[in-house]
């Protein structure tokens, strides 16, 4: 609708209403006009004839109004604006008269002005422009003797009162109509915008209807058309199975028979479908005979019994009542009952209960079914009851399902005049509770037939048809819910000690899991799990070489498990390869950002799945090999280096023992020489001494460079050291690390300790922690030379405190910077290190949760910073500054 007939819809309606008011304002002058001449024949009495031929005028235009809009309203709807204008000015003008003949402006007639004025403000609605129209004539009429000078003012007090009363009242009425037309103008609006929703929810409404139909329609005509091809799969798999093709391996039968078992499944899903559709349409029809449930209970226990003992499950039965006139349709209450009780096997652990009870209740029987299982919260007991709908819809929901076996439960008792209510405690279980009604009162006699063919069956050739009801009775399909609530045998172990690779699958659904089993057991040793938890926890205990998870799982999905591996060290290098149902591409984004390697939608190709896994195990050999290939180069550098650190010394204390071997090989000669004068001897004796114990320094450098470097890569492997870690106050230890430094430091190396860390703590180990602050110092003094300068100093930054070793020396390049806390990486020439310092120290910076830093420029100097949390505690140290 447009707006120029939105407008056109307000002004039509405000003619109607302004219509009727002009009706009513005509009908009131009419009485109220003439009777005012009462009041002229007692105040202007001389007058009292030409004010009778004034109001008898305004009484003759009433009458012509009132049958003017009851004869001809649509012409008088059209000039009602005009037609109430003229009206209304004409009472005020003959009043405006009666003023003058009276006493002009100190006149009490000008009451009656007021009158007209607020009866138009009060009973029309006009726009702005007409209500200034009508006051502007109406105070014309008034004051217009005083512009012709036709009349004087005797008392300017009143005249000027009731001007000012006049003017005011005008001016209120203008207010007030302005109002009241914008006020009806946005109810309109209102009221034609609801009247739009309205016709438009109508519209959508009937148009849902519609689809509703079309939908219920296509549901009915699609479960039906699915049944023929699930039977014409379902009956050859049977005589395959039976052998009646041959013989089968256990491999194809390990194949067939859950293809059967989900078959089945399906054909009871539909079946399931169907009786909603008919229930929502009133066509569900119900076969009521004499009963006292008594048989029915007892082959439903008889069957669930073993059953529940895979799940150490108690199943109990007491049945008290006596009742037998209950009418109930037996197919249609035992689906109730196996539902019921399967739900209840499903929801409770292993070890629990379930009892079923029968007792007599006023007009009928109770049917109750209490588990000791899960429970139910408060706020989702009525949802389980709801189609499609369960108390859990999570993707980590722990138990699967598709919400219509309680809906349909309770619909299927509904249709025969009962209750289906439940009571639960989360923790200590629910109760079901049906409560049936005796005899057939009760019944609707539309739902009730003699005989009903069987569901479907129309639609199948009479072999057919009689196959499926035989198949829809057997055992196995009238109690499959029950059989797989208790199923928890996952796939039998095979012999995995010939395979070379391992692959961990997670998923919750048995059916699949066992299908990837069979899939993969031939080449790989297979690990299954059922939620994400159980995967997580096997991935770390085994390290399997792939893992195949699951999306949607219990307890941890599949991308929370993702995350998990990856974000342990020990599993975070295993690929994964996520399979899945949720196909949406943010699902996929999501399985990606968290780690997955591969994305399969299910139905996936078993096929596709295994050259996954062979593209992964592939990968992952070229990434083994990569890390064997820099292992061995780092055991080359390694070796190389340990060679020359080793070798030096080692030629010093060779070198220094055949010395020695020398010197005491010439002793024993001078000695062994009698005629060697005593003085000379000693001369050669002493020389051999001295020259002896300048060879022993040198062998015991030698030796103690050997320890120095055995010390280096036994503490770099962290072998024979503390791994408890304690307090340590900074700025005493580097006192410390300063004493033992100064002797050794003989060259004029100025050396500046500024410390501003007084009694702040660090939590570390502390001999490996000394050693960093010795080792960032005493390569600083190594890097100045002679004549330097190393400035050591701390201080404190919130809650962490800097350790900083600055030097003026050479500097370091550049392309070394990045390099400089790589194990076995040095600068020093030969003999003067083997590159763990630095590395060492940037390992127990790390593990003491510090950061450390260099920051070089060639020729200025280098500065190494560290950067180390405060400990909890700090104690207060009164040593005195270096």
Not at 280 to 287: D, I, N, S, T
Request: proline fraction near 3%.
């Amino acid at each position: 609708m447009t707006e120029e007939t939105a407008e056109h819809l307000f002004k039509r309606q405000l003619r109607q209403r302004n219509t009727d008011s002009l009706r009513l304002t005509a009908l009131l002058g009419g009485i109220l006009v003439p009777f005012f001449w009462v009041l002229d024949w007692w105040v202007i009495p001389r007058y009292v004839y030409g004010t009778l031929a004034l109001r008898a005028f305004c009484a003759v235009y009433s009458v012509l109004l009132i049958i003017g809009i009851a004869r001809r309203r649509k012409w008088c709807e059209r000039y009602v604006t005009q037609l109430g204008l003229s009206y209304t000015l004409a009472i005020a003008w003959s009043i405006a008269v009666m003023c003058w003949l009276h006493q002009g402006y100190e006149s009490s007639y000008y009451a009656g002005i007021n009158l007209v004025v607020i009866g138009v403000g009060f009973l029309f609605s006009w726009p702005t422009r007409t209500s200034v129209l009508f006051c502007s004539l109406t105070y014309l009429f008034y004051m217009a003797p005083l512009a012709c000078g036709t009349l004087t003012i005797h008392n300017t007090a009143n005249a000027l009162g009731n001007q000012f009363f006049l003017i005011a009242t005008m001016t209120i009425t203008l207010a007030a109509q302005n109002h009241r037309y914008q006020l009806e103008q946005r109810e309109f609006d209102g009221n034609l915008a609801l009247q739009r929703t309205k016709a438009s929810l109508e519209q959508a409404f009937a148009r849902l209807q519609q689809l509703d139909r079309l939908k219920s329609q296509f549901f009915n005509n699609i479960t039906h058309e699915l049944r023929t091809p699930l039977t014409m799969i379902l009956s050859p798999l049977d005589s395959l199975i039976d052998g009646e093709l041959g013989e089968l391996s256990p491999k194809h039968r390990r194949y067939l028979v859950p293809l059967r078992r989900n078959a089945l499944k399906l054909l009871k899903l539909i079946n399931n479908l169907l009786d909603v559709a008919k229930i929502e349409e009133r066509r569900l029809q119900l076969r009521p005979v004499r009963t006292d449930l008594h048989g029915l209970l007892a082959e439903v226990v008889e069957h669930s019994r073993p059953l529940a003992s895979r799940k150490e499950i108690e199943v109990s039965c007491e049945v008290t009542s006596t009742r037998d006139d209950l009418y109930l349709d037996l197919e249609q209450i035992e689906r109730v009952l196996v539902n019921l009780v399967s739900n209840a096997l499903k929801f409770t652990n292993p070890r629990g209960q379930v009892s079923i009870t029968l007792q007599d209740a006023e007009d009928g029987v109770q049917l109750k079914v209490r588990d000791t299982g899960i429970g139910i919260a408060a706020d989702q007991l009525e949802r389980v009851f709801e189609r499609f709908s369960q108390a859990d819809g999570s993707i980590t929901r722990r138990y699967g399902g598709t919400g219509i076996g309680l809906a349909l439960a309770r619909e299927v008792v509904e249709l025969h005049g009962g209750t289906l209510t439940v009571t639960s405690t989360p923790g200590e279980g629910s109760e079901f509770t049906a409560h049936l009604w005796s005899g057939r009162e009760h019944l609707d006699p539309a739902l009730l037939v003699a005989t009903a063919a069987s569901d479907g069956a129309e639609s199948l050739p009479a072999e057919s048809r009689e196959w499926t009801q035989q198949l829809i009775e057997s055992l196995e399909f009238r109690f499959l819910d029950i059989d797989e609530a208790t199923e928890r045998r996952i796939a039998a172990r095979g012999d995995d000690s010939a395979k070379g690779t391992k692959v961990l699958v997670v998923e919750d659904h048995l059916d699949v899991l066992r299908f990837i089993h069979m899939n993969l057991q031939e080449e790989h040793a297979v690990y299954l799990a059922q939620n994400g938890a159980q995967g997580l926890e096997l991935a770390r205990a085994e390290r399997p070489d792939v893992i195949v998870t699951d999306y949607m799982m219990p307890e941890m999905d599949g991308v929370s498990l993702i995350r998990a591996l990856r974000a342990d060290k020990k599993t975070a290098d295993i690929p994964v390869i996520m399979l899945t149902g949720k196909s949406r591409v943010d699902d996929r984004v999501a399985a990606r950002e968290a780690g997955a390697d591969i994305h399969l939608s299910k139905p996936f190709s078993p096929k596709e799945l295994r050259q996954g896994i062979q593209q992964l195990l592939a990968k992952r050999g070229r990434q083994a090999a990569i890390v064997v290939r820099e292992h061995i180069k780092s055991l080359e550098l390694i070796s190389a280096g340990l060679a020359h650190e080793i070798n030096n010394p080692l030629s010093y204390i060779k070198n220094a023992v055949f010395a020695i071997n020398s010197k005491v090989n010439k002793i024993d000669i001078a000695l062994e020489q009698l005629d060697l004068p005593d003085s000379e001897q000693r001369r050669v004796i002493e020389k051999a001494r001295k020259q002896i114990a300048r060879m022993n320094d040198a062998a015991e450098r030698g030796v103690e460079r050997i320890s120095e470097v055995v010390q280096l890569v036994r503490r770099y492997a962290r072998e024979g050291y503390p791994e408890e870690t304690s307090p340590l106050v900074l700025d005493d230890a580097i006192r410390d690390v300063g004493r033992l430094i100064a002797p050794k430091t003989e060259s004029d190396v100025k050396i500046d300790v500024d410390l501003n860390a007084a009694g702040v703590t660090v939590r570390c180990i502390p001999d490996e922690m000394s050693q960093v602050l010795r080792n960032l110092w005493q390569n600083a003094i190594d890097a100045v030379g002679s004549t330097g300068t190393v400035r050591v100093s701390t201080q404190r930054d919130g809650n962490t405190v800097i350790y900083e070793v600055r030097d003026n020396g050479p500097g370091i390049a550049p392309e070394n910077l990045s390099r400089i806390f790589t194990p076995f990486f040095t600068t020093k020439v030969g003999g003067k290190g083997m590159g763990l310092g630095l590395a060492i120290t940037h390992q127990v910076v790390e593990r003491a949760g510090g950061a450390i830093t260099v920051d070089s420029k060639v020729g200025e100097g280098t500065t190494f910073q560290v950067r180390l949390p405060v400990a909890g505690d700090e104690t207060t140290s009164t040593g005195a500054a270096a």
